[in-house]
């Protein structure tokens, strides 16, 4: 069955950096969409960053564009979100989410594209 876990979270300080992971298993990796949610207490989960297409495209929040880059390994079948110049504003737990076989990459930044989710692991900038 498919599994996402997460993994990488903790306390970093402001302007410092972490590096999140997401190992999956259950599907053909490259096939899917892939993102990165966030909810931070009391907010809605927003979507931070997608990479879709065989080609791996890509597309971030205008909130993290510049400051997250989000990547695949294929051969690992594992996720990655690069967090730099970290702030307070992205202390939340951060979640994996997958799509199904078939997704339209225009609603890639939409919750309801994803399928799977992961447990979340927590980051917090303070």
């Known amino acids: 069955h498919v599994q996402l876990v997460e993994s990488g979270g903790g306390r970093v300080q402001p302007g410092g950096s972490l590096r999140l992971s997401c190992a999956a298993s259950?599907?053909?990796?490259?096939?899917?969409?892939m993102g990165w949610f966030r909810q931070a207490p009391g907010k809605e989960r927003e979507w931070v960053a997608a990479?879709?297409?065989?080609?791996?495209?890509?597309d971030y929040a205008d909130s993290v564009k510049g400051r997250f880059t989000i990547s695949q390994d294929n051969a690992k079948n594992t996720l990655y979100l690069q967090m730099n110049s970290l702030i307070s504003e992205d202390s939340a737990m951060y979640y994996c989410?997958?799509?199904?076989?078939?997704?339209?990459?225009?609603?890639?930044?939409?919750?309801?594209?994803?399928?799977?989710w992961g447990q979340g692991t927590q980051v917090t900038v303070s």
């Open positions: 989410a997958a799509s199904g076989p078939v997704y339209s990459s225009s609603w890639r930044r939409n919750q309801g594209t994803y399928n799977y």
């Open positions: 259950g599907f053909t990796f490259s096939t899917r969409c």
């Open positions: 990479i879709y297409g065989r080609g791996g495209s890509t």
